[in-house]
């Protein structure tokens, strides 16, 4: 997986959230990819899924696995989501 690709896949799960999480932790997320902060913008969206209990569709879950494992984020990080379906 390329950084671009990378980019856009995280772009569109920040989208997937807007109106579930506060419109600054978006934002910040938003700032984080733009940066090209990438590991910093996964970790803070699982945490803040985490954090505010936001259930997760199993198939965003797998695309955090395969851009967690690319960037060799602990898989805790996404593994302790709650799935939505």
């Not at 938003?30 to 090209?36: C, N, Q, S, W």
């Amino acid at each position: 997986m390329k950084w671009r690709e990378m980019r856009d896949s995280l772009r569109q799960l920040v989208d997937l959230f807007v109106g579930k999480l506060p419109s600054e932790q978006i934002e910040f997320l938003r700032e984080d990819i733009t940066a090209g902060e990438y590991l910093i913008a996964l970790d803070h969206l699982c945490s803040q899924l985490y954090e505010f209990d936001i259930s997760v569709p199993s198939s965003s879950i797998l695309i955090m696995e395969k851009l967690g494992r690319k960037m060799g984020l602990d898989p805790s990080y996404w593994e302790n989501l709650t799935i939505a379906d």
